[in-house]
């Protein structure tokens, strides 16, 4: 018969696994996160500049083509991420 203390430890080995996992798990994505931040930063960059050469060249009607601005992704307010742009 298994002892209460061995029980514990045994479930306690577990927990300390799946916590190590998580933890894995979590800094992949927010490393995907922050990726994809960065590249939605530099697109939005990208707009609002051929936006301003377009209308700078006497095409106001084809800058605005470029007005549109996808839903931001979901993210959790107050929590600074390197290379966010907001």
Same mark, same amino acid.
């Given at each position: 018969?298994?002892?209460?203390?061995? @029980?514990?430890?045994?479930? /306690?080995? &577990?927990?300390?696994?799946?916590? !190590? #996992?998580? %933890?894995?798990? $979590?800094?992949? *994505?927010?490393?995907?996160?922050?990726?994809?931040?960065?590249?939605?930063?530099? @697109?939005?960059?990208?707009? /609002?500049? &051929?936006?301003?050469?377009?209308? !700078? #060249?006497? %095409?106001?009607? $084809?800058?605005? *083509?470029?007005?549109?601005?996808?839903?931001?992704?979901?993210?959790?307010?107050?929590?600074?991420?390197?290379?966010?742009?907001?």
């Amino acid at each position: 018969m298994p002892s209460v203390k061995g @029980l514990i430890e045994e479930r /306690e080995l &577990v927990a300390r696994e799946r916590v !190590e #996992s998580l %933890r894995d798990e $979590v800094d992949r *994505l927010v490393a995907a996160l922050w990726e994809v931040e960065a590249t939605q930063g530099r @697109l939005v960059i990208a707009k /609002e500049t &051929v936006s301003q050469v377009l209308s !700078e #060249s006497g %095409r106001p009607a $084809v800058a605005g *083509l470029l007005s549109y601005r996808p839903p931001s992704l979901p993210g959790r307010p107050g929590r600074s991420r390197p290379g966010a742009v907001r």
